[in-house]
């Protein structure tokens, strides 16, 4: 039998403008599918803040994928 394990990573946008009116966009890409072991690189650099503003990119995921339900991550 084969085990499978499946990574969750949430890319998170946030803004740095203090006058933004409009939510920054996290464009990861499309979503992949990968086995363990299996290097991923992970490009951010499709996102952006549509009122110009300084943008940081943090990403979050799940390191036990039996918690891959849960809501909140854990910094990678």
């Known amino acids: ?13 946030a803004s740095c403008s203090l006058a933004t009116k409009v939510p920054p966009v996290a464009n990861a890409g499309p979503d992949v599918t990968i086995h363990v072991g299996q290097p991923i690189l992970l490009d951010g650099s499709l996102s952006y803040d549509p009122d110009g503003g300084d943008s940081q990119l943090r990403l979050v995921g799940r390191r036990d994928p039996r918690r891959a339900g849960e809501r909140r991550g854990e910094m990678l």
Request: hydrophobic residues 60%.
């Open 1 to 13: 039998m084969r085990n499978s394990h499946l990574l969750v990573i949430t890319l998170l946008l």
